[in-house]
C-alpha cells in the first residue's frame, strides 16, 4: 500500500516538473531563438539578471526533481546552467547541487531502507541489482560505480539510489559521484556558455574536446578490465 502511495506522489511530482519544464521552455522560446542575434544575447542576459537568486533557486528545483526522479537527463540542465551563467559558475554550480543532492538521497536510503528506494525506482530490478553478486562485492563495486557514472547514458540517478543500499562507504561515494560527473557537466556547461554567446560551433567543438578523451580512457579501462567488471555491470542494470 505504501508503494502505491509512493508511485502516485512520484506520478503526480512528474507531472508537475514536466509542467514547469514546458512552461519554462515556452517562457525562454522567444528569447532563446534570437540567440544568434547580438540584440537576443543582449536580451536573454538582461532576462537573467532580473531573475537574480530565483534564477539559482529555479534552477536547483529542476536539478532536485531531474536527480530524484530521473524522468529528463541531466544534460540540458547543465546547458542551461552554463548559458546562464557562464562556463565556470555554471559548472560550479552544477557539481556542487549535484553533490548536496546526491548525498542528500544517498543518506535518506541508508536510513530509512528500501522501501524509500521502492518509491521512486521498480523494486524487481533494485532487487536483482542488489542481489547480484557484482554489486555486493566491496573490492569491485566502488570501480563499477566509478566507471557507470562517468559513462554516458548510464542511470546515474538510479545509481544514487542503488548506492545506497551497496556496501560502500558514504565519504567514497559522495568522492565518486562528485567527480566522475566532472568531465561531463563541464563539457555541457561550456557549450551552454558558447549557446548564450552565439558560438555554435565552438559549443560542439568543446563538447567533443571534452568527451572523447573520457571515452577513450574508459575503452582503455575496458580493454584491461580481464574481469569485464563495466560489462557484467550494464546487463545486470539494463536486463
Same mark, same amino acid.
Not at 50 to 54: P, R
Not at 90 to 100: H, L, M, N, Q, R
Given at each position: 500500500m505504501k508503494n502505491s502511495k509512493g508511485k502516485v506522489l512520484r506520478i503526480f511530482f512528474t507531472i508537475v516538473v514536466l509542467v514547469a519544464i514546458i512552461g519554462l521552455i515556452i517562457y525562454l522560446a522567444p528569447i532563446m531563438i534570437k540567440l544568434s542575434t547580438e540584440e537576443g544575447r543582449i536580451a536573454f542576459k538582461e532576462k537573467v539578471n532580473?531573475? /537574480?537568486?530565483?534564477g539559482f533557486f529555479s534552477l536547483f528545483g529542476l536539478q532536485v526533481a531531474q536527480i530524484f526522479l530521473f524522468i529528463i537527463p541531466g544534460e540540458p540542465i547543465e546547458i542551461l546552467s552554463g548559458m546562464c551563467y557562464g562556463g565556470v559558475i555554471?559548472?560550479?554550480?552544477?557539481?556542487?547541487?549535484? /553533490?548536496?543532492i546526491s548525498t542528500g538521497i544517498f543518506f535518506a536510503v541508508r536510513i530509512l531502507g528500501k522501501k524509500f528506494v521502492y518509491n521512486f525506482c521498480d523494486e524487481k530490478k533494485i532487487e536483482k541489482i542488489e542481489n547480484s553478486k557484482l554489486f555486493q562485492n566491496p573490492r569491485k563495486v566502488e570501480k563499477i560505480m566509478l566507471i557507470l557514472f562517468v559513462l554516458p547514458g548510464t542511470p546515474k540517478d538510479l545509481l544514487v539510489y542503488i548506492s545506497g543500499l551497496l556496501p560502500i562507504k558514504p565519504f567514497r561515494f559522495i568522492i565518486i559521484s562528485t567527480i566522475a560527473r566532472i568531465p561531463s557537466v563541464i563539457s555541457s556547461t561550456l557549450a551552454g556558455a558558447n549557446l548564450a554567446n552565439g558560438d555554435w560551433k565552438m559549443s560542439i567543438i568543446i563538447y567533443l574536446v571534452i568527451i572523447i578523451p573520457v571515452m577513450i580512457a574508459i575503452f582503455i579501462m575496458n580493454k584491461f578490465d580481464k574481469e569485464k567488471?563495466?560489462?557484467e555491470a550494464l546487463k545486470v542494470i539494463n536486463k
Open positions: 532580473e531573475w /537574480g537568486f530565483l555554471g559548472s560550479i554550480f552544477i557539481i556542487a547541487s549535484a /553533490g548536496i567488471l563495466t560489462d
